[in-house]
C-alpha cells in the first residue's frame, strides 16, 4: 500500500487499528452505530488551543473511514480541521489530508469566554463536543492606562464574561510589596488601585468568575503586564555633601510625592552609609523627618563617603522602600577601627580586676558598654563616671585583644562605636577540682561561719552519673557535712551563655530537696540561689550543665546568714 500515516494511535478502540486501502476486517465491517470523541469536552483559556479527534465506530466497534464535517460552531470559539494529522501520499512526494479516514483532528481556539460547544457530523451521525473558555490561569482583562505614573490609580477591567468577587484581591507573583485597593464597582467589573514602584509583569486576580463555567472560583493573572515607574535612586539634596562628626546636614527630596517617615508615625526612617564603622549607635545621629516629611536632617558620621541609603522612603499609597540617595556625602572625620586603649595589667591572675583606660579624645559609654577578650566576655565591675576607664575581670582562659563595644568620640555621646584594642591580655585557666564525677570521690566544701560565704570558682566537664535530681543531666558533685543544723544559701553563676543549675540532694545524692529559683528560664536566668534549712548531716552539691559547651568557669557560693 502506498497511504502512510502519521501522529501517536489514540487509545479508545476505533484508533485500534487503522490500515491500508484493504483491511482484513472490511468484509465483516457495519453501518455507523456512532461518533466517538477524545477528549469528550474542551476546557482552553483565551487565545488558548486545544485538539479533539473524531472518530466512527460500527456497533462492533471497527473503525469505519468517513469524511468528518464540523457543521456547527458555538459562540467564543473557532473550530477548524488539522490538516497535519494522519497524512497520506497522493504522490511520491507530496502528503495530503484525506478526504476520508477512521478519525480526524479537528483545532479548537477559545476567542471569548463562553460556556459553548461545536457539533461534528459524518454518516449521518453528530456528536456534540461541549466547551468551557475560562480564565484559569489568564485573563484578558485591561488596564486603563498599563505605564501609569507614579501616584496615578489604575482601573482594571474585567474581560467581557467575566467578573470579580466584592472580596478579590490583586497581587504581583513574588512581590514584597502589593497593590492597594482603592474601591470596586458594584457589579464586579472593575476594580481602582494603587500599585508601588518597580512592577513590571502581570497581576494576579485572587477570585474571578466567569459565564463559562458559573459556580468556579479561578485566580488568573493578567495576560497584559503592568509597568509602574522604575525607581531604583532616589534624587535628593543635601545641604553639604561634606561634613564633620555631628554637623547638622539636612536632605532635601525634591519629588513631592516622595516622602520620609514622619514623626508622629510609625514609619521607620534612618540613613545608613557605606563604610561606616559598627557600634550600637554608629551610624548618623538625631534622624529627623520634617513636618512635612518632605526633608530631614541628621548628624554626619564619621568613616563615610559615597551614597546613602534611606531606610525608608514612602511613595503614595504608603509603600515603604529601602533605596539609595542619587547624590553622594562625604565625611571629614575618620576614625581607625583600633583604639590605643591601655590595661592596668597584660597579664592578670585569676579572677583579678584590671582597668581599660580610654586614649584621649574617646570615653566609654556605661549604657552599652561591653567588653569581650579574645572571643570572651570580661566581667564588667564599674565604669568611671567620666567613661574614662572600666574595671573588669577578664574570664579566666581569655587571651587576646579587646572588643569595646561603646565607644565615643568626646563630647558626640550620640556617636557610639565598636573598636578593638591594640593591646591584649593573657589570663590563665581555672585548675578544675577534682573527683566530682562521683559521690564517692566528690570534693568536701567549706561550709562558713555564720555572716560569711564561700566562694568555689571551678571549671571542668560535667560528668557526673546523671540522677533523678537533674532531668538526666551530668552534674558535677560537691559535698557539704553539717555538724548542727544550719540555714545556708547556693548560689551558681555563669557568664558565657551556657544554662547551669544547682541542685542540693539528700546523702544518695538522688532525693532532691531543693533547686536553683531560676531553673528553667535557661541561659539569661542566673544566677540561681536557693536558701534551704538543713539539719546536721552530708548533702551533696550538684552543679549541672543543660548546655552543649561548658564554661570556661562558673562560681559556686555558699552563703550562711
Given at each position: 500500500m502506498n497511504r502512510f500515516r502519521s501522529g501517536m494511535i489514540p487509545l479508545f478502540?476505533?484508533?485500534?487499528?487503522?490500515?491500508?486501502?484493504?483491511?482484513?476486517?472490511?468484509?465483516?465491517?457495519?453501518?455507523?452505530?456512532?461518533?466517538?470523541?477524545?477528549?469528550?469536552?474542551?476546557f482552553i483559556e483565551l487565545g488558548g488551543t486545544k485538539t479533539v479527534e473524531v472518530g466512527?465506530?460500527?456497533?462492533q466497534g471497527n473503525p469505519l473511514d468517513l469524511a468528518y464535517e464540523v457543521t456547527s460552531t458555538g459562540a467564543g470559539i473557532t473550530v477548524r480541521r488539522d490538516s497535519s494529522f494522519l497524512p497520506i501520499f497522493v504522490d511520491d512526494t507530496t502528503l495530503?489530508?484525506?478526504?476520508?479516514?477512521?478519525?480526524?483532528?479537528?483545532?479548537?481556539?477559545?476567542?471569548?469566554?463562553?460556556?459553548?460547544?461545536f457539533t461534528v457530523s459524518a454518516g449521518g451521525e453528530e456528536i456534540v463536543v461541549p466547551v468551557q473558555v475560562v480564565p484559569q490561569a489568564g485573563i484578558a482583562a485591561t488596564f486603563d492606562n498599563p505605564t501609569p505614573a507614579l501616584g496615578d490609580t489604575i482601573t482594571i477591567t474585567a474581560a467581557p464574561g467575566t467578573s470579580f468577587t466584592q472580596t478579590a484581591a490583586l497581587e504581583i507573583p513574588g512581590g514584597t510589596l502589593q497593590p492597594i485597593i482603592i474601591d470596586r464597582s458594584e457589579d464586579g467589573n472593575s476594580i481602582r488601585f494603587l500599585a508601588p514602584p518597580n512592577v513590571n509583569g502581570p497581576i494576579t486576580i485572587t477570585e474571578v468568575t466567569s459565564v463559562s463555567a458559573p459556580g468556579l472560583i479561578f485566580s488568573p493573572a493578567t495576560q497584559t503586564a503592568l509597568q509602574t515607574p522604575l525607581i531604583d535612586t532616589v534624587d535628593v539634596v543635601y545641604?553639604?555633601?561634606?561634613?564633620?562628626?555631628?554637623d547638622l546636614v539636612t536632605v532635601t527630596i525634591p519629588e513631592p510625592l516622595i516622602k520620609v517617615g514622619a514623626p508622629d508615625t510609625t514609619i521607620p526612617f534612618q540613613i545608613q552609609f557605606e563604610n561606616e564603622l559598627t557600634g550600637p549607635a554608629a551610624g548618623a545621629a538625631n534622624e529627623t523627618p520634617s513636618a512635612d516629611s518632605s526633608s530631614f536632617t541628621f548628624e554626619a558620621?564619621?568613616?563615610?563617603?559615597?551614597?546613602?541609603?534611606?531606610?525608608?522612603?514612602?511613595?503614595?499609597?504608603?509603600?515603604?522602600?529601602?533605596?539609595?540617595?542619587?547624590?553622594?556625602?562625604?565625611?571629614?572625620?575618620?576614625?581607625?577601627?583600633?583604639?590605643?586603649?591601655?590595661?592596668?595589667?597584660?597579664?592578670?591572675?585569676?579572677?583579678?580586676?584590671?582597668?581599660?583606660?580610654?586614649?584621649?579624645?574617646?570615653?566609654?559609654?556605661?549604657d552599652?558598654?561591653?567588653?569581650?577578650?579574645?572571643?570572651?566576655?570580661?566581667?564588667?565591675?564599674?565604669?568611671?563616671?567620666?567613661?574614662?576607664?572600666?574595671?573588669?575581670?577578664?574570664?579566666?582562659?581569655?587571651?587576646?585583644?579587646?572588643?569595646?563595644?561603646?565607644?565615643?568620640?568626646?563630647?558626640?555621646?550620640?556617636?557610639?562605636?565598636?573598636?578593638?584594642t591594640i593591646d591584649g591580655v593573657t589570663v590563665p585557666g581555672i585548675t578544675p577540682l577534682e573527683g566530682t564525677e562521683s559521690l564517692a570521690t566528690a570534693p568536701e566544701l567549706t561550709v562558713p561561719t555564720v555572716g560569711n560565704s564561700f566562694v568555689l570558682n571551678d571549671a571542668g566537664a560535667f560528668a557526673g552519673d546523671p540522677t533523678d535530681c537533674c532531668f538526666g543531666f551530668h552534674p558535677r558533685f560537691y559535698k557539704i557535712v553539717l555538724a548542727a543544723p544550719t540555714t545556708l544559701t547556693f548560689t551558681i553563676d555563669w557568664f558565657q551563655g551556657q544554662d547551669l543549675g544547682v541542685y542540693?540532694?539528700?546523702?544518695?545524692?538522688?532525693?532532691?530537696?531543693?533547686?536553683?529559683?531560676?531553673?528553667?528560664?535557661?541561659?539569661?536566668?542566673?544566677?540561681?540561689?536557693?536558701?534551704?534549712?538543713?539539719?546536721?548531716?552530708?548533702?551533696?552539691?550538684?552543679?549541672?550543665?543543660?548546655?552543649?559547651?561548658?564554661?570556661?568557669?562558673?562560681?559556686?557560693?555558699?552563703?550562711?546568714?
Open positions: 478502540a476505533l484508533m485500534a487499528l487503522v490500515g491500508c486501502n484493504s483491511e482484513p476486517t472490511d468484509s465483516i465491517r457495519g453501518d455507523i452505530s456512532e461518533l466517538v470523541a477524545s477528549p469528550t469536552q474542551l466512527a465506530v460500527d456497533e495530503r489530508a484525506p478526504a476520508t479516514g477512521p478519525r480526524f483532528r479537528f483545532i479548537v481556539q477559545g476567542t471569548g469566554y463562553a460556556s459553548t460547544s545641604s553639604t555633601t561634606s561634613a564633620a562628626l555631628g558620621p564619621a568613616n563615610v563617603a559615597g551614597a546613602a541609603t534611606v531606610v525608608n522612603f514612602v511613595f503614595p499609597g504608603g509603600y515603604q522602600i529601602a533605596l539609595p540617595t542619587r547624590p553622594t556625602f562625604t565625611s571629614t572625620t575618620t576614625f581607625e577601627s583600633t583604639i590605643d586603649a591601655t590595661f592596668s595589667d597584660n597579664e592578670p591572675d585569676i579572677l583579678q580586676v584590671i582597668t581599660l583606660t580610654a586614649p584621649a579624645g574617646f570615653f566609654f559609654s556605661a552599652t558598654l561591653s567588653v569581650t577578650i579574645g572571643g570572651q566576655p570580661a566581667l564588667i565591675q564599674s565604669v568611671a563616671p567620666d567613661g574614662s576607664s572600666v574595671d573588669l575581670i577578664p574570664i579566666p582562659g581569655s587571651a587576646g585583644s579587646a572588643e569595646i563595644a561603646g565607644v565615643s568620640p568626646t563630647g558626640l555621646p550620640q556617636f557610639i562605636y565598636t573598636m578593638n542540693i540532694t539528700e546523702a544518695d545524692g538522688t532525693t532532691l530537696i531543693d533547686a536553683g529559683d531560676s531553673a528553667g528560664e535557661g541561659p539569661d536566668g542566673h544566677p540561681e540561689s536557693v536558701t534551704i534549712p538543713l539539719v546536721a548531716g552530708t548533702y551533696y552539691v550538684a552543679a549541672v550543665n543543660f548546655s552543649a559547651s561548658n564554661p570556661s568557669f562558673f562560681q559556686l557560693t555558699i552563703s550562711n546568714p
